[in-house]
């Protein structure tokens, strides 16, 4: 399944990087988008795994009117303070805390995860293991969103994820959109070479089932 999509304005037209996962997030989320199921009820709470500087969960939240409770895991405590800074600007409700993807707690019903950038980032073995979590997590009903850059290098794994997140009842995503820099962040895109003048984005994408019981455990 393919689907890419343009937008041109909102409120993120003028992202940062630091925001640039909070715009997928935002669209790739039932909230955004009806085609996604916009008819879906908000989680409950969101559990942003290896959620860096916390801005796809804090999306999540904001994304289904700020009345999720936001839990982010990083292994890196630096990312766990940014993530903590970030909860606190956005106004989100939410704390952030050390830990590594391979020992996530037993997700609740009502929670969703987001997984935003970081399975690709993973051992082999590390990325099975949360993969399989994941799936099965969301054969029990939990909401999952999967989040990767569109380059193929760094996911050759990426169809074979689909595929069984699909025959999970998801389904899965490509995005490009337009982005204006701020000013500083153009000077530096420059410099290194590149051109961002827009996103792009795969997300799979798994809505809970209304039939869901009882918690997901994932380890
Ligand atoms: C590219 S960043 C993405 C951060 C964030 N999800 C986002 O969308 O901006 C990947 C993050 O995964 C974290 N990470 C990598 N391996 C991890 C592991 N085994 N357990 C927990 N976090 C991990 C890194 O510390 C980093 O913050």
């Not at 790739?28 to 008819?39: C, F, K, Q, S």
């Not at 959109?177 to 994408?205: M, N, Q, W």
Request: hydrophobic share 40%.
């Amino acid at each position: 399944m393919r689907d890419v999509r343009h937008n041109r304005t909102g409120p993120h037209a003028r992202c940062t990087d630091t925001c640039c996962p909070s715009r997928l997030t935002r669209r790739a989320l039932p909230g955004r988008d009806r085609a996604l199921g916009a008819d879906a009820a908000p989680p409950r709470s969101v559990l942003d795994v290896g959620c860096g500087t916390g801005v796809a969960g804090a999306a999540w939240a904001l994304a289904a009117g700020g009345t999720p409770h936001v839990t982010g895991v990083d292994r890196h405590p630096w990312a766990v303070e940014e993530a903590r800074w970030t909860y606190r600007q956005l106004r989100v409700e939410g704390r952030a805390r050390a830990g590594d993807v391979i020992r996530l707690p037993p997700i609740a019903p009502g929670t969703a995860v987001v997984a935003a950038y970081v399975l690709n980032e993973l051992p082999v073995v590390t990325r099975e293991g949360l993969e399989a979590r994941l799936i099965d997590a969301a054969g029990r009903g939990t909401t999952i969103l999967i989040i990767e850059p569109i380059a193929r290098a760094v996911a050759p794994w990426w169809d074979a994820l689909a595929s069984r997140l699909v025959a999970t009842g998801g389904r899965a995503d490509e995005w490009r959109f337009p982005v204006e820099l701020p000013a500083p962040l153009r000077v530096l895109d420059k410099a290194a070479g590149l051109d961002h003048h827009e996103i792009t984005a795969r997300s799979l994408y798994c809505p809970a089932r209304p039939d869901s019981s009882g918690p997901s455990r994932v380890e």
